[in-house]
């Protein structure tokens, strides 16, 4: 059974449109992050949570907002649609600690058109 | 987080032991060196990681230069399952309770039958 459950697996938007990309864990991991990868790109860190609370973004833009309901509830918000939003995106947990392992979800395969 | 240099690319046969090296010549005292793995439409998954000590697991042996500049992932017996994009990525041991990964391009393995 999947640990990180990312919803939905596809995604086609209009641009200019808003959508919620959704990730839950139940690994009990006080850690959350959102990456992004862009066709043939590396894979490229947006932001990252402890206890429901940002710790580092990446992300230049605005319109992307992350939003924790719960411990381990990580959702992004994409606002305002563009095509180069095109990407899939993971969703990932981690322990406390000084060396644990990150854990990714399937991702959130998004095209905007 | 320092660079590490891998190969864009590599190849094996099946049932070979293949090498795979990471050069990281700038790296700190406190950094660890984390190996994770790709597969087209899937999220990074973990290998293994170290700090000094050579490290062994289920999935492969990490070797790591006396002087750490350098670490090599063998892995026994590849099989079709094996063929991935392989990350050699650093990362700073604080204990922030969170850990950002920044990838690269990774060394893209292909093993044929």
């Known amino acids: 059974d999947p640990k990180i459950i990312q919803k939905p697996k596809y995604l086609v938007a209009v641009t200019g449109s808003e959508k919620i990309l959704i990730c839950e864990q139940y690994l009990g991991h006080n850690a959350m992050y959102w990456y992004r990868q862009s066709a043939k790109k590396p894979l490229e860190f947006m932001f990252s949570y402890s206890y429901q609370k940002l710790m580092d973004n990446q992300t230049a833009s605005s319109r992307f907002q992350p939003q924790s309901s719960k411990k381990n509830h990580l959702d992004l918000q994409i606002t305002a649609l563009k095509p180069d939003d095109s990407a899939t995106y993971f969703c990932a947990s981690s322990q406390d600690g000084t060396d644990t392992e990150v854990f990714f979800g399937k991702g959130t395969r998004l095209t905007v058109v | ?113």
């Open chain 2, 1 to 113: 987080d320092a660079k590490t240099t891998q190969p864009d690319s590599m190849e094996s046969t099946e049932g070979e032991t293949v090498h795979l090296p990471c050069s990281h010549a700038t790296i700190s005292g406190n950094e660890y060196i984390y190996w994770y793995r790709q597969v087209p439409l899937q999220g990074p998954e973990y290998v293994t990681h170290g700090l000094q000590q050579n490290t062994t697991n289920s999935m492969a042996f990490l070797a790591i230069a006396s002087d750490r500049k350098s670490s090599t992932l063998i892995l026994p017996h590849v099989s079709l399952r094996d063929a991935a994009v392989y990350h050699c990525i650093l990362r700073v041991a604080v204990n922030t309770g969170y850990q950002n990964f920044y990838f690269g391009k990774g060394t893209s393995l292909t093993v044929i039958p």
